[in-house]
């Protein structure tokens, strides 16, 4: 089993800044797949960002290339999702996910096996 905990959510203006954690434990998580997805009210869970074990892939949605960026420390079992310029429309649950294969662009159900309890990322405008 893969356990996955975010942080580094909050309230911030637009144009900033935030950096988003996501801590993973369990003796598996050695060779997954982590991805970011979000979730806004009534919405359907939307991709954001994966990156793949090495580190040498990476993934973006469209509407936040050249904002937003993905990396990882193998050595502390973390992920990290800086996301600058933030929008009105970033505002969101994100979620932590982790899976084993290639980077997936999708978020719904069954393609990423493992997910965090999410962390709330609002900005005002």
């Known amino acids: 089993q893969v356990q996955l905990v975010e942080s580094g959510g909050g309230l911030v203006q637009a144009g900033g800044s935030l950096r988003l954690s996501c801590a993973a434990s369990g003796r598996i998580f050695s060779g997954q797949t982590v991805g970011w997805c979000r979730q806004q009210p009534g919405k359907e869970r939307e991709f954001v960002a994966a990156i793949t074990w090495t580190g040498t892939s990476t993934r973006y949605a469209d509407y936040v290339k050249g904002r937003f960026t993905i990396s990882r420390d193998n050595t502390k079992n973390t992920v990290y999702l800086q996301m600058n310029s933030l929008k009105a429309e970033d505002t969101a649950s994100y979620y932590c996910?982790?899976?084993?294969?290639?980077?997936?662009?999708?978020?719904?159900?069954?393609?990423?096996?493992?997910w965090g309890q999410g962390t709330q990322v609002t900005v005002s405008s």
């Open positions: 996910t982790a899976r084993f294969g290639p980077p997936v662009l999708s978020c719904v159900s069954g393609q990423y096996n493992y």
